[in-house]
């Protein structure tokens, strides 16, 4: 008798997405449909590298992919979990036996006045590429508000001032708030160096943006002839159409072996999922094993044993500042930041090593299944502050 194959769809070609896809070839016998809605592969951590053009930021998957791996290039719509299907924008419906939900994160939706209309987004390729547009545009010696101050804004803003753009960083309360105290005088020696102002403060929260300023707490107005608005995240509200529950922010909420709490047949990696109701801090450097330890996850259901609780450990936050320096924060295994970095041009080379280094174990994976392996850390899962500070 022939055994049946089971059709297993990955939603979210990012990090966690691919890695999941890859790593479920250990198991003969899977069909794999990985769902994205661009051809392409985005590489997030360098989008700051888009804008200046130091960096395309982008993969083809042919080279990332396994042999056998199904592209659908189009959007969900909706889970429909009766059904066990994937509603998808423009092409049929995908039945699924398994799913993996890897919808990753893109900006937050912001509530200040003006900043829809005025600030441009950066968390997403298209947002990026748009930014770089007007930013061809924009005279070099115009004033460029940054605002917000965890890594995604502090590698932004020292990529424009190394290329001689007029900065300031709007940080809110503190400059990189996951930084130690030497991690983030680190981060501000080499910024000033780079030209950038730093504002920060208890009154430095941006409370309106308009075409030519942006307005803070005490009533501050900075000269802003480009807002970029890099304060905070969000993830997509697939889950919340599709019936499943969610935290508050919209991750879908798993036990501890990333299965979601509605379905024994959805399984969570990445940015959107929240296990135990105690997500990860968004990063790649979250995203990667838990998109391995999704796909264990259902490869254990398949073959009917009882799934492992995920299990990992951080090592800290790599930032570039610029492409001649860095900082490389380094933190306990459960994310808190420890008393030590390193700096300089030896963070700057360990950043580049990272950064390449992601794309390298996509890439050993899809070549030879089960090759990725990650720190993992004894005893309960690290849960670290739920600032978002990817």
Same mark, same amino acid.
């Given at each position: ?13 990012? !990090? ?27 590489? &997030?951590?360098?989008?700051? *590298?888009?804008?200046?053009? +130091? ?22 719509? =909706?889970?429909?979990?009766?059904? &066990? ?10 039945? !699924?036996?398994?799913?993996? !939900? ?8 912001p509530a200040v006045p003006g900043a829809d209309e005025f600030a441009y987004p950066i968390a997403d390729l298209e947002?990026?590429?748009? $930014? ?30 190394? #290329? ?13 708030? !996951? /930084? ?10 080499? /910024? ?25 707490? @005490?009533?501050?107005? /900075? ?27 919209? #991750? ?12 024994? &047949?959805?399984?969570?990696?990445? @940015? ?7 997500? $990860? #801090? ?16 259902? $490869? ?14 951080f090592t800290g936050q790599c930032i570039s500042l610029g #492409?001649?320096?860095?900082?490389? *924060?380094?933190?306990?295994?459960? @994310? ?8 300089? &041009? ?13 794309? +390298? ?5 899809? =070549? ?16 670290? @502050? ?5």
């Open positions: 008798m022939t055994e049946q194959r089971v059709k297993v769809v990955v939603i979210g070609g990012g !990090y966690a997405g691919v890695i999941a896809a890859n790593h479920l070839r250990l198991r003969a016998g899977v069909d794999i449909t990985l769902v994205n809605p661009r051809p392409d592969f985005v590489e &997030r951590i360098r989008l700051h *590298q888009l804008i200046t053009g +130091s960096d395309d930021a982008t993969h083809a998957y042919a080279d990332i992919l396994g042999a056998g791996i199904e592209l659908v290039v189009d959007a969900a719509t =909706r889970i429909d979990t009766t059904a &066990r299907q994937v509603e998808l924008f423009s092409g049929p419906p995908l039945p !699924y036996d398994y799913l993996i !939900y890897a919808v990753g994160s893109g900006s937050a939706a947002e990026a590429q748009r $930014l770089t547009t007007a930013l061809n545009d924009l005279h070099y010696g115009a004033p460029v508000c940054v605002v917000g101050a965890g890594p995604t804004g502090i590698e932004t803003a020292a990529e424009l001032a190394e #290329r001689g753009r007029n900065v300031t960083l709007v940080c809110g309360a503190v400059l990189g708030p !996951y /930084l130690s105290t030497p991690g983030r005088r680190s981060v501000a020696k080499r /910024l000033r160096k780079l030209g950038v102002e730093i504002v920060d403060g208890p009154q430095a929260m941006v409370t309106a943006v308009a075409a030519d300023a942006v307005t803070l707490g @005490d009533g501050r107005r /900075l000269a802003s002839a480009m807002t970029i608005w890099t304060a905070g995240f969000g993830v997509p509200d697939l889950a919340v159409r599709s019936g499943l529950r969610t935290d508050a922010m919209g #991750r879908l909420l798993t036990d501890e072996t990333l299965t979601s709490v509605d379905s024994d &047949r959805i399984v969570a990696a990445g @940015d959107a999922a929240a296990p135990s109701n105690q997500p $990860l #801090r968004m990063s790649c450097q979250a995203a990667i094993p838990l998109g391995a330890q999704a796909a264990n996850t259902v $490869l254990a259901r398949i073959a009917g044993e009882q799934p492992a609780v995920i299990s990992q450990a #492409r001649g320096g860095g900082t490389i *924060q380094i933190a306990r295994t459960n @994310d808190v930041p420890l008393p030590l970095y390193i700096g300089g &041009r030896t963070a700057a080379t360990i950043k580049e090593a990272v950064c390449k280094g992601t794309i +390298s174990f996509l890439r050993r994976e899809a =070549r030879k299944p089960g090759s990725y392996f990650w720190l993992k850390v004894g005893g309960k899962r690290p849960t670290p @502050d739920p600032v978002v500070t990817r």
